[in-house]
């Protein structure tokens, strides 16, 4: 089991590029999500799904948007690219939405803009 | 005002002492309470979960929720340099959205 991966681990974008950031997991879980994680703040959620072809907004939807085609993968696309977008990107999945169910994190990718 | 205040350390203490880290919350809706471990340039990974108020223990690691006073603590007993990292509080309503603390970073010396 590889659990979550997450591709590419470093990548530094200009000013309105765009890029996809990929995600996979290999336990068969429905529920996937993607956040956020800025110096000094909490996880900040992006989106998620519950399960192929079902996405909803988290917290913080602007500038990003999903897809789930499949129960393995779950692209982040960012579109037009802004230094606000300076993070570390983590997915994670859990096999329920039950709260105590453990969400499984990827490594996580770190998103420079510049 | 922040929902989940939590003090982003660094909180450098020597091999074996206990270990207290903190959070607070404004929302008495939440009642799912989890403390996250993360290592430098890894993702989170669960460590506790509690439910409601009240303590639990696994093995050196003890969670403590007290809803009244909005607190949540987590303690580490015999604390090993394997034990350095950030220790981030989350927590949740009844809606299953997690809330996040900003993480403490926590040192072990050995």
């Known amino acids: 089991n590889a659990g979550v991966t997450q591709t590419p681990k470093f990548r530094i974008l200009k000013i309105g590029q765009s890029m996809t950031l990929q995600c996979a997991q290999d336990?068969?879980?429905?529920?996937m999500y993607w956040y956020r994680q800025d110096p000094g703040m909490g996880l900040k959620l992006i989106y998620y799904s519950v399960g192929a072809g079902i996405t909803d907004k988290g917290e913080v939807p602007n500038g990003y948007n999903v897809s789930r085609s499949t129960t393995e993968d779950f692209p982040l696309r960012l579109e037009l690219a802004a230094p606000s977008q300076t993070s570390v990107y983590f997915c994670?999945?859990?096999?329920?939405?039950?709260?105590?169910?453990?969400?499984?994190f990827g490594p996580g990718t770190r998103l420079l803009v510049l | 005002q922040k929902e989940v205040e939590q003090d982003p350390g660094p909180l450098s203490v020597p091999e074996g002492a206990i270990v207290s880290l903190n959070c607070t919350y404004s929302?008495?809706?939440?009642?799912?309470f989890m403390w996250y471990r993360q290592y430098s340039r890894k993702g989170p990974e669960l460590l506790m979960y509690?439910?409601s108020s009240g303590n639990k223990e696994d093995g050196r690691f003890t969670a403590q929720v007290d809803k009244s006073s909005k607190y949540i603590s987590l303690f580490i007993r015999d604390s090993q340099p394997s034990d350095s990292a950030t220790y981030l509080c989350a927590m949740s309503d009844s809606n299953y959205q997690l809330i996040w603390g900003a993480g403490t970073k926590l040192i072990i010396k050995p």
């Open positions: 509690t439910y």
């Open positions: 336990m068969n879980h429905n529920y």
């Open positions: 929302n008495s809706a939440f009642q799912y």
């Open positions: 994670a999945s859990c096999n329920t939405a039950g709260i105590q169910e453990t969400q499984y």
